[in-house]
C-alpha cells in the first residue's frame, strides 16, 4: 500500500490544494489538526493512488471528503463517486460531508467522525 500515499508526482498540486483550501475545509482542518479529534492524527490534502483525499486519518483508514456547490454537477458526482469506489475497492472508509454541515453543524459533524475513528479501530 506503501506505494499508493502521497505519490511524490502529486506534491505541487496537493500544495496548491492546501493552499486554496475553501473555508470548509481550513474549519474543519482547524478541529482534526495537531490530533485535536480523541487523538487521531488527520492528513489533508493527502495523495492516494493518483486522487488527493481532502482528510485521511491513517490509523482507521477513513477519507473525509468535503462537497461544495461544485460536487452538484453531473460530471462531478460522477468523479466522485468513481474516488470513492476506488477508495473503498482498497480497503478505506469515505465519510462526505457538504460544506454548510460544516458552517452550521460542526459539533455533529465532529461527533460523527469520531464515532467512525472509534468503529474503525475497534474491528
Aim: with cysteine.
Amino acid at each position: 500500500m506503501g506505494q499508493l500515499l502521497n505519490q511524490s508526482q502529486n506534491k505541487k498540486r496537493r500544495q496548491d490544494l492546501r493552499r486554496s483550501s475553501p473555508p470548509a475545509e481550513v474549519i474543519l482542518w482547524q478541529h482534526l489538526r495537531n490530533r485535536q479529534l480523541s487523538g487521531y492524527k488527520f492528513r489533508r490534502q493527502y495523495g492516494i493512488a493518483h486522487y488527493i483525499a481532502d482528510f485521511y486519518c491513517p490509523e482507521c483508514q477513513l477519507i473525509v471528503e468535503l462537497d461544495g456547490s461544485s460536487h452538484e454537477h453531473d460530471e462531478v458526482v460522477e468523479y466522485d463517486l468513481m474516488r470513492q469506489r476506488y477508495f473503498e475497492f482498497i480497503g478505506f472508509l469515505v465519510i462526505r460531508f457538504k460544506n454548510e454541515q460544516i458552517y452550521r453543524q460542526l459539533t455533529e459533524v465532529l461527533e460523527n467522525l469520531l464515532r467512525c475513528c472509534e468503529e474503525r479501530k475497534a474491528r
